[in-house]
């Protein structure tokens, strides 16, 4: 939830600022501004879209070669000019841009206002560059300065500080909120993730917990806020593109990343085996499993909860992260897998950080190399999606699924439970990302079609049963989340307890009718709601037998029950997307969300 970007080095800052918002722009989007230093402080924010304010405000052409910028998630102040980022202190000689919330800002804002400061905006930012000013006054440097605020803010907070009494020079300062730093040659970047400064460098230096960061042009120094002490690090290489990060000629991210997602499945099947032995292993020497995510994460946690039971036979407790601290028992004996794509997700890393601290042990599946619960986990796995851009999970939620089941298979050989099933499953695993590709090509057409005919809906249902209940969860998600249309996705055995009720004449009901034994009771569930009318699209295992039932059949290649998912839920995340194009919506940028949810 909002990005920042920096630059200091000897090309002009602006292009460089700019380009890098953009490619930030899914963290947040309701305003942005940068700042340069050119022999004054230069600063330019507004309400709204980066590209149009830099078209009204000619955000590219602000001069200096070293700046800031930011894009905005509202969270302490409407969006307005007033509360856009860059904030500067009094004197308008400091720029600050800041991600997360400053907790304790109404107690230093009446500190400071006692001081004779004034302040502009209603955000909790703004107390930070006259923060800093308030010890610059002390005859401090600003580094010093800097120091001295960011011991006295309690929350968590990414900043990058500008001054023009030191032109030379971004500093930075992380808590809880992440900050990378690029290396160039004879420049430095600085942002919130890994993409925005792909273009320029694969070379980064991630930003701990308590530290601050000094960027010049051919230097960077980190050290402890704390105590001041200099922290060695030797900065990491990424394995992602800058082509990773652009749309390759889809018209949105969204639908690229779903079309990616044979590819993100292929690139995780190959994730090192000896990685997935010591996460099975992991689990199995626990008492007490809990799995805990948010959101499409969530979801993916749900299919793994099922592939677990059946494969292995291992009972696993999925929790939403922020429910976690509720009702999750905790000790010694127990394993948390922490399963989130950005690997920054609050929540998540809250749930993290109160398992460990009752003394369980902590394992994390992420995206992102270096991501804040890396810093946090006993055992560290990877997904290999590549970057996902789009603020909706698609391609990162099916890697997850497929790291997981490949768990699953693990573990199940680890118990001896598969028996000569392992083998089959597994090349039938391998096989997938193929048959994803299939699924893709075929039903796209029709879905784009089917998404015309549910443009004037107000409600849509989904059910499913077995892993067809996490797949509906994630399909609803996906369509009110871009659409905005009201969906819910529930186990179809559920309907008669209640949502039964809801439906009438003409309710679009999409039932995930995917193999195995439920689905002969899935089938006595389409005929439930179609007797109260319901106008049913079955998204179905290959569903001959289905099609005089329904008003539309999307007929899904024959597959492994467990492996289903990984199929089924393309036509639901395409729906979604053609939906709210054809509503003149970005599905890139939903309303009202940001990637990367950094609050708790
Ligand atoms: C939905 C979506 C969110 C995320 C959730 C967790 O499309 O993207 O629900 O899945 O915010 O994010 P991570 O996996 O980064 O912890």
Not at 172 to 198: C, H, K, T, W, Y
Not at 224 to 242: C, D, F, L, Q
Not at 397 to 405: H, K, M, P, S, W
Not at 512 to 534: D, H, I, Q, W, Y
Request: charged letters at 25%.
């Amino acid at each position: 939830m909002c990005g920042i970007v920096g630059y200091v080095g000897s090309r002009p800052a602006a292009p460089i600022l700019l380009e890098a918002l953009k490619r930030l722009e899914y963290r947040g989007y309701d305003s942005a501004g940068m700042a340069t230093v050119f022999q004054k402080l230069v600063v330019r924010k507004d309400r709204g879209r980066i590209a149009d304010i830099a078209r009204r405000l000619k955000l590219a052409e602000m001069p200096g070669n070293l700046g800031l910028g930011h894009t905005r998630w509202a969270t302490h102040g409407e969006p307005s000019r007033v509360n856009a980022h860059p904030h500067l202190d009094n004197s308008k000689k400091i720029a600050v841009v800041h991600n997360g919330i400053i907790e304790n800002y109404s107690e230093l804002r009446k500190f400071l206002q006692s001081q004779g400061y004034r302040f502009a905006s209603e955000t909790d930012t703004e107390v930070v560059p006259n923060l800093i000013s308030y010890f610059l006054r002390q005859g401090k440097s600003l580094e010093r300065s800097v120091r001295e605020a960011a011991r006295r803010l309690k929350g968590s907070f990414a900043l990058a500080i500008v001054s023009v009494e030191e032109p030379d020079r971004v500093i930075a300062v992380r808590q809880d909120s992440p900050l990378i730093i690029g290396l160039g040659n004879g420049e430095v970047f600085l942002a919130s993730d890994i993409p925005a400064m792909l273009q320029h460098t694969k070379r980064v230096l991630v930003l701990e917990n308590g530290e601050m960061a000094v960027l010049t042009p051919e230097r960077v120094v980190i050290k402890k806020i704390n105590s001041g002490a200099a922290v060695e690090r030797e900065p990491m290489t990424v394995n992602w593109t800058a082509e990773m990060a652009e749309k390759g000629g889809y018209p949105h991210f969204t639908l690229k990343e779903i079309h990616q997602q044979p590819e993100a499945v292929r690139d995780t099947l190959l994730a090192p085996e000896e990685e997935l032995k010591k996460l099975a292993r992991f689990l199995l020497g626990a008492r007490r499993v809990y799995f805990v995510a948010c959101g499409t994460s969530y979801h993916a946690a749900l299919v793994a909860k099922y592939a677990l039971a059946k494969l292995a036979e291992l009972p696993v407790e999925v929790m939403i992260s922020s429910e976690f601290g509720e009702v999750g028992s905790l000790d010694d004996k127990t394993a948390v897998l922490a399963i989130t794509q950005s690997g920054e997700t609050a929540d998540t890393l809250k749930a993290v950080a109160s398992a460990k601290a009752a003394g369980a042990k902590v394992a994390c599946l992420t995206n992102v190399v270096g991501s804040s619960i890396t810093r946090m986990s006993d055992l560290i796995c990877y997904t290999y999606a590549g970057p996902e851009i789009s603020v909706v999970a698609t391609k990162t939620f099916a890697a997850q699924v497929a790291y997981l089941l490949r768990l699953a298979i693990n573990l199940a050989k680890l118990r001896g439970r598969s028996g000569s099933k392992h083998n089959k499953l597994t090349a039938e695993l391998k096989e997938l990302p193929d048959v994803m590709r299939e699924v893709l090509a075929k039903v796209d057409p029709q879905v784009k079609k089917l998404a015309g005919r549910l443009l004037p809906a107000n409600d849509i249902y989904l059910i499913g049963r077995g892993v067809g209940y996490p797949l509906v969860l994630e399909g609803a998600l996906k369509i009110k989340e871009i659409t905005y249309i009201h969906s819910e996705g529930m186990p179809a055995g559920e309907l008669k307890h209640g949502t039964l009720a809801q439906i009438e004449e003409g309710t679009p009901v999409i039932a995930v009718v995917t193999p195995g034994e439920m689905r002969l009771k899935m089938v006595s569930n389409v005929e439930e709601v179609k007797a109260r009318g319901a106008r049913v699209i079955a998204i179905a295992d290959n569903g001959k037998d289905l099609r005089e039932h329904v008003d539309e059949l999307i007929s899904i290649p024959h597959t492994e029950e467990l492996f289903s998912p990984l199929l089924f839920i393309i036509p639901l995340q395409l729906l979604a997307y053609y939906i709210t194009v054809g509503k003149g919506q970005d599905p890139d940028r939903p309303r009202s969300l940001a990637k990367s949810v950094t609050v708790e």
